[in-house]
């Protein structure tokens, strides 16, 4: 698959349910091998088995939304280990996994998959038009 929005995240941006801006959006490191993705009918964050986290979740901080692009600060995920990751999945958290919504699922980045080692997962956003995703 590649990179896409949830369609439930989709509908929420078109009904301005969500404010990259001001929400507590949160990032983790997936395994495709424990998660296939289903953006029609995964729509928060408890459709994700807790055995496909392999890391995360991080905050992200300093968003922006220059050229209607969401971006963020790259994200270091400290001391990773298990299994191969192949996406990285972007919610709104809410507090609660049955209701943090799900925005991204990107599995076709610079570095994917990857094994981890133990050491430090860094994420760097594209620095294009594009930046996380374009909206």
Known sequence: MANTLYNEARKGYLE????????????ILVSTQAYTVNTTTHKFLADISSSAIIAGPQTLSGKSTLGGAAD???VTFPAVSGGAIGAIIIYVDSGQSATSKLLAYLDTATGLPITPNGGDIIITWDNGTNKIYKV
């Open 72 to 74: 963020a600060n790259d």
């Open 16 to 27: 301005g349910e969500f404010n990259w801006l001001n929400d507590t959006v949160k990032v």
